[in-house]
């Protein structure tokens, strides 16, 4: 995927970075954006232990999270504002809890659909939307970061899609319970969204369109894929 970084607003409606309502929204913006990459640096390693066949290439795949969490952070320190790291803590517990109790039960799956397909399709989402509204230092960072996301992406289907009959219902149950805990996420931030330039609308609208492409390139046929992501979605 080729993702163009020649994204220029009219100046009469780009944000305004210096205004104190951006500074706050994007200072928890950033933080769900740093913690999220930190988690996934944390879920690739633990993912590295449950597949040992293909530890160095998650273990590769988690070095660049981690990456990304640092870059994500001087994009902060750049605007000279601190991401709000304890609210972005809380609002990812219960996605990062999910993903703990199904590593603990061995269940690589759910721990896939919740980092590769899950996690990534958010961060795909989001990415693109900021894109268009990034500001120059954080522009081709964003759009770097967006290829990288796309190949972990990859990783996680190709695994499940391989094993498709075998891991269905584990697919399936894991994402009526990890969907929901992803949408409020994004619910908490939408005034946020609105105020750095994002629409949280197009947003979840992407996401589910990603979501949903995820689903069948694994093996979901289209309309069942679309009745899971629905009932998830209204869960
Ligand atoms: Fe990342
Ligand atoms: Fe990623």
């Known amino acids: 995927m080729t993702v163009s970084t020649d994204c220029q607003l009219n100046p009469d409606t780009r944000p305004d970075t210096d205004s104190e309502a951006y500074r706050q929204a994007y ?38 999270e981690g990456n990304h969490a640092r870059e994500f952070s001087e994009c902060a320190r750049n605007l000279g504002v601190r991401p709000d790291i304890r609210l972005a803590k809380q609002l990812f517990s219960p996605l990062h ?15 896939l659909v919740i980092q590769c397909l899950i996690v990534e399709c958010f961060a795909v989402a989001a990415y693109r939307s900021y894109l268009p509204v990034a500001d120059a230092f954080a522009r081709p960072i964003t759009a770097a970061v967006i290829e990288d996301e796309s190949e972990h992406l990859d990783y996680g289907e190709v695994w499940l899609k391989q094993r498709f009959e075998a891991v269905k219902d584990s697919v399936s149950a894991i994402c009526l319970q990890a969907l929901p805990t992803t949408l409020a996420i994004l619910r908490a931030l939408v005034d946020d969204m609105r105020v750095v330039g994002m629409d949280p609308y197009d947003l979840v609208a992407s996401f589910g369109e990603g979501f949903q492409q995820s689903l069948e390139t694994i093996g979901y046929g289209s309309s069942e894929a679309a009745r899971l992501l629905r009932r998830a979605m209204a869960a």
Request: glycine fraction near 10%; proline fraction near 4%; include cysteine.
């Open 97 to 111: 809890q999910l993903f703990r109790q199904s590593d603990e039960r061995g269940d690589i799956p759910a721990c």
């Open 27 to 64: 200072s928890r913006i950033n933080g769900v954006v740093v913690v999220g990459e930190t988690l996934a640096h944390h879920h690739f390693r633990r993912l590295a232990r449950a597949i040992p066949a293909d530890g160095a290439e998650l273990l590769r795949l988690g070095q660049m």
